[in-house]
């Protein structure tokens, strides 16, 4: 079965920590996203990985392919990033996506 | 303006009625699709639509049916709403080719009583 799991599903740290977010998958997949969940509901793509590591500001997404991994990384945490981050995989030879169930992260100041 | 929009934003309704939610995008995608939202549960895929003549069935489509009205409009309808089906609703498109990312619409927050 086609599955992705995430790890936390709760995480709370202090503004100005740093943030892993993990994911973790079952069997080979052909692209992996990071998403993002704000408080009133609306859902945005971070990231898209096939390999590697991607950056964005203070966001940084890896995937290693050979043990099915991925991490999601917030540098310098601060409380506007408080949301659920989703990880999503689309299998190979899948058209779908199948999501995680998410990482809630509360920052406090 | 934003790219995808869904009405409506939050709808309670009765058990037994027929509700249609729908959605409308601007960026000129052919792929469209409608997810659930639980507590505590991933997004699942209720339906997906790859162009207008195509309607594929997702994981939990039992109790659910779509349009694809244009290229900019998919709606899903509860042909009978059960309390079971209370959720949040997602929209999302995609341009496909290869290029997985795709763009969700805000929601709309159902709960059927």
């Known amino acids: 079965k086609n599955e992705v799991e995430q790890s936390p599903q709760n995480l709370t740290a202090q503004e100005g920590e740093f943030i892993t977010i993990n994911c973790s998958y079952s069997v080979g997949i052909s692209a992996l996203h990071w998403l993002q969940q704000h408080p009133g509901g609306g859902i945005v793509s971070l990231f898209m990985l096939s390999s590697g590591k991607k950056k964005h500001g203070r966001l940084i997404a890896t995937i290693n392919i050979q043990e099915k991994h991925s991490s999601l990384h917030i540098t310098a945490s601060h409380p506007r990033d408080s949301a659920v981050y989703i990880c999503?995989?689309?299998?190979?030879?899948?058209?779908?996506?199948?999501f995680g169930k998410g990482t809630k992260l509360t920052v406090n100041p | 303006d934003a790219d995808v929009t869904q009405t409506p934003r939050n709808r309670i309704t009765k058990t037994g009625k027929r509700i249609m939610l729908e959605c409308s995008q601007t960026?000129?995608?052919?792929?469209m699709y409608w997810y659930r939202q639980d507590p505590g549960l991933g997004l699942r895929l209720i339906y997906y639509?790859?162009?207008?003549?195509?309607?594929n069935k997702g994981e939990i489509s039992d109790g659910y049916s779509v349009s694809r009205q244009a290229q900019a409009k998919f709606s899903l309808s509860l042909e009978s709403a059960i309390p079971n089906q209370t959720a949040l609703y997602f929209c999302?498109?995609?341009?496909?080719?290869?290029?997985?990312?795709?763009?969700f619409g805000p929601g709309t927050r159902l709960t059927v009583l």
């Open positions: 960026k000129g995608h052919d792929r």
């Open positions: 639509s790859f162009d207008v003549k195509d309607i």
């Open positions: 999302a498109t995609g341009e496909g080719g290869g290029v997985d990312t795709q763009y």
């Open positions: 999503a995989v689309r299998f190979g030879g899948s058209e779908k996506l199948v």
